[in-house]
């Protein structure tokens, strides 16, 4: 039971990762319909740069984070506007290639010019940790924990409070009538994707420290197992993203402490197709009827 | 469209394709196409065979599978196991047909409860099951695990990459125009529409499936038995993606597009070796760049028809005739 908890702990601190990452995928989806394969790509290079400001500049974990998450933001807005804007009206396929395309030249341009070697990161955090119980939580499980707390209240106070984020739901609902309503549907498309993004990039600079660890093919694995938590969640709802995030993190930590941690990935994907062919739409996402 | 076996197009084609199996043969013979050359054009091969295949689930049924590389492995492993066992040409053949076995019932498991969900809820869950084959793969004992086989006999030859990947074209033309492929063509256009036609789409849509992972084993079996070796390495779901590369970059719903755009492809990454730093780089960026601009692959889904082309030549040439005729 003692060791359960603990492996709680750890499933819930790389759930929250995986939640990060798979907010951004959730948020995408639900504005352009889109799996954008490009975002697990987009995590590492948060994970990359949090490894350049900190090691050649210096910087602490805070600012590491924002200088982070505002560079994977960009970075998002700019793969939107150069790839996928010009396909918004072009059939799904095409937009899925494109973004494997794009997936493919961020990945072997970091690795062109980062080589193939694992990057590892000076200390950030002290090295303490508190035990409560049976519970060990480390200074960086509690860090993880708060910035995805912190993130997660942030993006929902700006979804359901602010202007652009009631734009966001318009768009979501219906691009065209928002058009007609007047909001500007390429911005709003773009801040979309500048949030998504900069919520991988915090994800990046967590898991980098976490494993403590960067490569250039980072990005593929976890990118896939977020998009399958904003699946099991109902994709296009926020805190759908987040409860799958959290579930498959703890799934995966319990199937590697009690079962065969080979089968691990496979267990993930097992669960994807439960949930598919039981509740396509997720748990917290809506059934569409269909229309004729 | 001639019912009649010895019909004429029929007969111009097998005579193009055996002058093309004579060249190719000659020219490998006499060591123009040198063995570096004869890999690509193997590869070659098994790409066309991977992408018309997956072009009858994606293009004709319009079913969005990212799934194709666990079948390939299905067929590889059944194959290299079988070989290892009996080294020779019945024991690749029953090697072939223990593929086919188990990637229809792989593909029936997949397919009947996923093909009820649309578009890209589909292809997500079509990757999973092939990541879920490839781990189990990664896992078993009989597959040796992560380390891979090795020492699979090379029983592979050309002629057996020619007639497998003419057969597999032969296959997959003579599906779309079959009562099953006008009712995936159906499906496609409008499911609601068909359905309400009394077309079954399930089913149908699971014979396109089924076709399609039978072909995928058939060029994961060859491949084995060219390679030597087999990882499971070979077959994550970059591979899938690369075969619906080929498919999407010809244009969706063309057999002859697939064929052309398998060969493009090959030669393209042959080309591409020497930059081996650059090439998924420019890889990458060519795939954004045609799908920007020209998102209906090269040729659309415009088909190479010979019975088009000779009609058009006659009437040419009646129209030539009668205007020499008119003119005097």
Known sequence: MDQFLQQLVNGLSLGSIYALVALGYTMVYGIIKLINFAHGDVYMIGAYTAYWVTTYFGLS???????????????????????????????????LITAIGVSYVIEYTTQFFMGTSVRTYPPLLPNQSWTFGPITITYLQ?????????????????????????AMRAVSADENAAKLMGISVDNTISFTFFLGSALAGAAGILVGIYYNSATPLMGMVPGLKAFVAAVFGGIGSIPGAMVGGLFIGICETLVTAYGNSMYRDAIVYGILILVLIIRPAGLFGKAEKEKV | MSKNLLSR??????????????????????????????????????????????????????????????????????????????????????????????????????SIPTLRLKGDYLAIATLGFSEIIRICIQNMKITNGAA???????????????????LAIMICTSFVKSAPGRA??????????????????????????????????????????????????????????????????????SMSASVIAAILIGLLNMYLQQFT??????????????????????????????????????ARASNKGSRRRYYG
């Open chain 1, 61 to 95: 974990f805070l600012p590491a984070l924002l200088v982070c998450m505002v560079v994977c933001g960009l970075l998002g807005v700019l793969i939107e506007r150069i790839a996928y804007k010009p396909l918004r009206k072009a059939p799904r396929i095409t937009a």
């Open chain 1, 142 to 166: 509690f860090v993880i924990f708060s910035v995805t707390l912190v993130l997660c209240v942030l993006l929902t106070l700006i979804i359901q409070k602010t202007k652009i984020g009631r």
């Open chain 2, 9 to 110: 197009t029929n007969i111009i084609w097998t005579v193009l394709v055996l002058v093309l199996f004579a060249l190719m043969t000659l020219l490998m013979q006499m060591g123009i196409i040198n063995s570096y050359y004869q890999s690509v054009i193997f590869n070659i091969c098994i790409n066309i065979i991977l992408a018309v295949s997956l072009n009858l689930i994606v293009g004709i049924c319009g079913q969005f599978s990212l799934g194709h590389a666990g079948f390939m492995a299905i067929g590889a492993y059944s194959a290299g196991i079988i070989t290892k066992m009996i080294p020779n040409y019945w024991g690749m053949l029953l090697g072939i047909l223990v593929g086919f076995v188990i990637s229809t019932v792989a593909a029936l498991i997949v």
């Open chain 2, 148 to 166: 891979g086989l090795t020492g699979i006999p090379q029983l592979t030859t050309w002629p057996i990459f020619f007639f497998c990947m003419i």
């Open chain 2, 184 to 253: 995936c063509i159906a499906i496609n256009d409008d499911e609601i529409a068909a359905e309400a036609m009394g077309i079954n789409t399930t089913r149908f849509k699971v014979i396109a499936f089924v076709v399609g992972a039978i072909l995928a084993s058939l060029a994961g079996a060859i491949m084995a038995n060219y390679f030597y070796v087999l990882t499971p390495g070979q077959f994550t779901f970059n591979r899938s993606i690369d075969i619906l590369v080929m498919v999407v970059f010809g244009g969706m719903g």
């Open chain 2, 277 to 314: 730093d650059l090439r998924m780089i420019i890889y990458g960026a060519a795939l954004v760049l045609m799908m920007i601009f020209r998102p209906q692959g090269i040729l659309g889904t415009w088909e190479f028809s010979l019975e088009k082309l000779l009609e058009k030549w006659k």
